[in-house]
């Protein structure tokens, strides 16, 4: 559109991707990730997952449905900046509030649209997740260039304890229904600590809904503190950056491991269970990032279809005998999620609690609520 400013998508390679901004002005630096989903853009750009990363994503129209407020997945904008092919003229859905354009210069996001993003999308895939700077408003090639050069590698980063909470807090809303909205939990039945190294909400509104009452917790909370609260199990959520800095969860967790004490992680937490039980995490090609990802159950041989957002992986060959490998990624057969032989401990690497995505593996809450029940009994 003639009235946009002209913003620029450099990647560390020098490769230029002219197009229009339909965000704030300025200029904005990380790792640049594909993702598949056709919808949940808002739910992608809240998700603090995406700290630090430049999200492009395949689906060529973003922003139809404009964005609400119930759609937030955390308190704000967490991508680093937002790369697509077309911004709908018009925003046409009964939920919109808002504008996709008017919230991300709201937010002060920087974003850049009437690019080819198939061909970025192949680059990434054949070359690699890589850094890459959008500018937007007045526009230096060379400087976006030697800016998406300084960014590095995501390899490294403890983004966990950046995205945190700064203090507990208890979380009391249930999942939200078409015509309904959110309800607040009247009765718990379980008592969870929930560590929040970039918590999307609707785990946590997954859980209260499964009647816990949920105590979330700053990144580097010990366990001491955690186990004085008399948790009936842990939950470790999804986060941005490197597991493998996050020396002080791997801590916290070989803890609760010690005490038998039911533990549940997705994604992060799922990486972060994976260190504290000896096993290594590396980073992968380009990662898995979309909400049409099929995954399969090895207990029962399903094929799940799932939501992903991740760029590292727990390496199958570092696992000890007692961990148990229940779910792999049918596109390239990397674990997607294990469990422990001789404790009540399991994790998975995509996202049960979808949002957006596929509702397929929300059964893995129930089995963290059943986990929770046996370990109860058995006293
Ligand atoms: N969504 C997540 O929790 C992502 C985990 C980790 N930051 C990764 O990229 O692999």
């Known amino acids: 559109m003639s009235n946009r400013s002209q913003a620029l998508l450099a990647l560390a390679d020098g490769t230029l991707f002219h197009g ?4 704030a002005d300025g200029h904005t630096v990380g790792e640049v990730v594909f993702n598949t989903a ?5 739910e992608i750009l809240t998700d603090p997952s995406y700290c630090k990363q430049l999200v492009t994503l395949t689906y060529p129209h973003i922003g139809n449905v404009g964005v609400n407020k119930d759609d937030m997945e955390s308190r704000g904008v967490f991508a680093a900046g937002l790369i697509i092919r077309d911004l709908p003229l018009r925003v046409s859905n009964f939920r919109a509030e808002e504008s996709l354009d008017a919230y991300l210069v709201r937010n002060g996001t920087v974003a850049i649209a009437d690019i080819d993003t198939r061909r970025l999308t192949r680059l990434l895939r054949e070359k690699g997740a890589q850094p890459g700077c959008i500018m937007a408003g007045e526009i230096d090639a060379e400087r ?5 050069r300084s960014f590095g590698s995501m390899a490294g980063q403890d983004l966990a304890r950046v995205v945190s ?4 807090y208890l979380w009391r809303t249930r999942e939200w229904r078409l015509g309904l909205g959110s309800s607040t939990q009247t009765q718990t039945r379980f008592n969870v600590v929930a560590y929040d190294f970039g918590v999307k909400r609707n785990i946590l509104r997954m859980l209260a809904e499964r009647g816990c009452h949920l105590t979330v917790v700053p990144a580097e909370t010990p366990a001491e503190e955690v186990l004085a609260m008399k948790p009936d199990g842990v939950f470790l959520s999804n986060g941005p ?9 791997v801590a916290a967790i070989r803890t609760y491991l010690e005490r038998s004490l039911p533990l549940f992680g997705i994604c992060l937490g799922h990486q972060l269970l994976g260190l504290a039980v000896g096993g290594r995490t590396s980073k992968m090609k380009f990662g898995h990032h979309g909400a049409n990802h099929p995954v399969q159950d090895l207990d029962d041989r399903r094929v799940l279809i799932t939501s992903q957002n991740h760029g590292f992986q727990v390496d199958e060959t570092s696992l000890p005998a007692n961990v148990r490998i229940t779910h792999r990624s049918l596109f390239d057969g990397t674990v997607q999620g294990i469990a422990l032989t001789d404790r009540p401990a399991f994790s998975f690497q995509g996202h049960p609690e979808a949002s957006p995505g596929p509702h397929d593996v929300g059964y893995l809450f129930d089995r963290f609520i059943k986990s929770m029940e046996a370990a109860k009994r058995e006293g």
């Open 20 to 23: 229009s901004s339909i965000g």
């Open 165 to 168: 909470c700064q203090e507990p």
């Open 144 to 148: 976006a260039i030697e800016l998406a």
């Open 38 to 42: 056709m919808t949940g853009y808002q």
């Open 241 to 249: 950056g490197d597991p493998e800095p996050c020396d002080y969860a």
